[in-house]
């Protein structure tokens, strides 16, 4: 049976789901999974030990990944990956960085956003922003490197207790042609856009910047993150990295709300994958109707503080 | 420095409805619109600015493509490219090939930045810059929103999933551009008029060393699972019920 590998996604000494949600991936591949964690101390491979299904933790601590340098990790990670047939890393920001410097090494092609496993070497993955859907089949003499999306697959459960193996770094050169400098988390206190389970998002029919507020007030009431579509954004009323589409922020929360927009072909590519999509928009003609699960015709400024009120 | 090579991708229009081909060997490209993938669109444009302040002499615009990536490679020089160079090759191909395909280029051109977009909007794939950095053994800087050249290093802001993390790298470097980094200029006539006259070198696949072949396989292209159709309902009341009926509201 195959070999698998994960590399763990950190952040600030937690564990990050999308580690787990990799490992979900993984068991459709094979039963023989290992993550590997590249951390400066022994804090995240506890973490990681826990995840359903895992056999063991490489665990490599080591100055050099004080902070997740792709040019630093790579060969690291290419190097163990020489006894394993499968290395897959979440399709998050740290993924997307990392897994290419190690197609490169390996000199494997990358396999980009697994969004099911239909066989040990035959996987679908969104093309066009989710407008088509490719099946690709990886060949049978070749190691299976990708990246795995996160919405696709679930979190496992914590019930478990890998072995944790301490390994030693592998004499390999480690750059130093990259300083890092800090990150500067958002301040908003609302739920990132593409992990919020609930996103309100406004259009050009919200009209200004200061009509976005009611949006605000209603994603607080909800818990929710805030997006908008691309002409929103055009016309200056958000900033953007508010933006969503395919251009934009793809995501795909349980709940969306359209609000005012009229349903462009590049918003929609954004929300595709989203669970419920409740459009509001005075205009029945409009196109967001056509995918929307939930369609109301109405004024927003009559609609929304209704809604607000109305949520306990 | 002198030279900064941006890398440009021909792909379907952003605004074109993606219509899947019946016998699911690709999506139909026959008369639909085509232009530069809009993330490469803003590394052309980051790299004029560059050149604009006065930190690089040239800006040379690559794409591998067929022979038609030349009407995109001319919509960049009429943008402010100096000289484009093709790659002709009209089979899709990997990124893995395409960055090895670049990595000539480089080595040739010797460029003090590679500027691309962190994806292309066709296959989503998201790899060459990476490897074409760790081909070069150059550092990387990923879906950077903010750059500043100060002579051999960069200093870019980068937008990832925890906010936006500064890194400081070395020149040579690959940088890739998220949306927030700027707005790219409109083209004017008199400049397509004159973007004729720039050089566009053309070079055949087949006279590269790369190796063109790929090992992961395109089985079929199917459209996406259809949504079921939705209601209408009339005022938030029955908008409550209605999610509550899917267990969204308590």
Do not use: W
């Amino acid at each position: 049976m195959s070999k698998v590998l994960i590399v763990a996604d950190h952040f600030d000494g937690s564990l990050l789901t999308s580690t787990s949600k990799a490992v979900n991936c993984a068991t459709e591949i094979s039963e023989d999974i290992d993550i590997l964690v590249l951390e400066k101390d022994s804090i995240i491979s506890p973490q990681a030990s826990k995840i359903d299904s895992v056999k063991n933790v490489l665990s490599i601590s080591d100055e050099a990944f004080e902070h997740p340098i792709a040019s630093s990790m790579a060969p690291v990670v290419a190097e163990i990956a020489n006894d394993y047939d499968c290395i897959l890393l979440p399709s998050t920001t740290f993924g997307r960085d990392l897994a290419p410097r190690i197609s490169a090494i390996l000199d494997v092609n990358q396999v980009t956003d697994i969004m099911s496993v239909e066989g040990p070497r035959l996987f679908k993955r969104p093309i066009y922003a989710g407008n088509a859907i490719q099946t690709i089949k990886v060949a049978e003499d070749k190691k299976i490197l990708a990246t795995v999306r996160t919405a696709s697959f679930k979190e496992l459960g914590n019930s478990n207790n890998a072995n944790v193996i301490d390994t030693d770094m592998p004499t390999v050169e480690i750059p130093s042609h990259t300083k890092y400098g800090g990150v500067q988390s958002e301040k908003t206190e609302r739920p990132d856009l593409q992990v919020a389970s609930t996103v309100i998002s406004g259009g050009r029919g919200v009209g200004s910047a200061e009509n976005f507020e009611l949006l605000y007030e209603l994603a607080d009431k909800l818990g929710a993150s805030v997006g908008a579509s691309r002409a929103a954004v055009d016309a200056g009323f958000v900033p953007n990295d508010m933006q969503v589409g395919q251009t934009g922020k793809i995501i795909a929360p349980e709940l969306y709300f359209a609000l005012g927009i009229s349903g462009a072909i590049q918003h929609i590519a954004g929300i595709k994958d989203a669970g419920t999509i409740v459009a509001v928009n005075k205009d029945a003609d409009a196109p967001i109707f056509e995918i929307a699960d939930i369609g109301i015709v109405a004024d927003l400024f009559e609609f929304i503080p209704e809604l607000i009120s109305k949520i306990d | 420095m002198e030279k900064i090579l941006v890398c440009i991708k021909r792909v379907i229009d952003y605004n074109v409805k993606i219509r899947v081909k019946p016998d699911e060997t690709g999506v139909v490209t026959e008369g639909v619109k085509m232009s530069i993938n809009p993330f490469d669109e803003i590394a052309l444009e980051e790299a004029l600015r560059i050149k604009e302040s006065g930190d690089a002499s040239e800006v040379i615009v690559v794409s591998i493509g067929p022979d038609d990536s030349q009407q995109q490679l001319r919509t960049g020089l009429a943008m402010g490219a100096d000289r484009a160079v093709l790659i002709k090759h009209d089979e899709e191909i990997e990124p893995l090939t395409v960055a090895k395909a670049l990595s000539e280029i480089v080595e040739k051109e010797k460029p003090g930045l590679i500027l691309m977009g962190k994806q292309a909007i066709d296959d989503d794939c998201s790899q060459t810059g990476q490897i074409l950095a760790q081909l070069c053994s150059i550092p990387q800087a990923t879906f950077v929103s903010q750059v500043s050249i100060d002579g051999d290093t960069a200093t870019v802001v980068r937008e990832i999933d925890q906010g936006l993390e500064t890194l400081e790298i070395d020149l040579p470097a690959i940088i890739t551009t998220d949306l927030r980094l700027n707005e790219p200029r409109y083209v004017k006539l008199p400049d397509i008029m004159k973007a004729k006259k720039k050089t566009l070198d053309v070079i055949e696949s087949s006279e590269m060393e790369t190796d063109f072949s790929s090992s992961i396989e395109v089985i079929s292209v199917t459209p996406p699972p259809p949504r079921e159709s939705g209601v209408m309902v009339e005022d938030v009341d029955q908008l409550f019920t209605a999610l509550k009926e899917k267990g969204l509201m308590s």
